[in-house]
């Protein structure tokens, strides 16, 4: 594992209290959710028992209520401690059809090309890939069936600086061009 991965672990690894937190009581975080989930309903429309890759999935905010739906579901962080977290709540609900991967969304190389139906890459995985972000993007175009949908979510980097990622982030700054880059890529290799 790279030094940037490296910190990202231990970053995320120390946030877990947060997000949850976050994810109970937070009014942004629960619009957030909510608009989220209008672009995820958007792509699965009446589908059902889709394979879907979550990466970077946290605490299963939505992993785990797509495996309660009965989509088989992979989900994939690079930290140990948010996947105990999720591992935890799924065990606690009885769900079974979700598959924990502990990894980097630049690193997909446990999946075979064209495995997935949906994949998901929310909330800022991608954001804090940097030098990375191009081999990410097509990690996850690589995994994705042929006609499959992708949600991404990238952060601004208002949101760094005020929830604390600021410090392995200034070092990254003045790409600022990351997000557009990154979505006229995808509209080549992806349309539709
Ligand atoms: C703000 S949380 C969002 C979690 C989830 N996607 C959601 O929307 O609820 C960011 C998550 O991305 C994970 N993460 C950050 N960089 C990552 C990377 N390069 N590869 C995989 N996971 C990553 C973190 O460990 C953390 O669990």
């Known amino acids: 594992m790279d030094q940037n991965n490296q910190q990202l672990k231990s970053f995320w690894d120390g946030r877990v209290d947060k997000e949850l937190e976050r994810e109970k009581s937070d009014p942004r975080k629960q619009v957030h959710t ?41 989900h994939l962080d690079i930290s140990p401690k948010m996947l105990e977290v999720a591992k935890e709540k799924a065990r ?17 190389s446990c999946f075979e090309n064209n495995s997935f139906d949906l994949v998901l890459c929310l909330d800022s995985p991608l954001s804090f890939c940097y030098a990375t972000y191009e081999k990410a993007l097509s990690e996850l175009v690589r995994v994705m069936k042929p006609r499959a949908k992708l949600v991404l979510c ?20 003045g790409t600022a061009k990351t997000s557009i880059n990154s979505f006229s890529k995808l509209a080549r290799v992806s349309p539709g």
């Open 154 to 173: 990238v952060m601004n980097r208002t949101g760094v600086i005020t929830e604390g990622g600021v410090n392995f982030d200034l070092e990254h700054f």
């Open 92 to 108: 606690e609900q009885g769900i079974t059809s979700i598959e924990f991967f502990q990894g980097s969304v630049d690193d997909l």
């Open 34 to 74: 909510d608009l989220i989930w209008r672009e995820i309903q958007r792509c699965i429309g009446q589908s059902t028992c889709l394979t879907i890759l979550d990466a970077g999935a946290g605490t299963g905010r939505f992993s785990i209520p797509l495996a309660e739906k009965g989509h088989r579901v992979f």
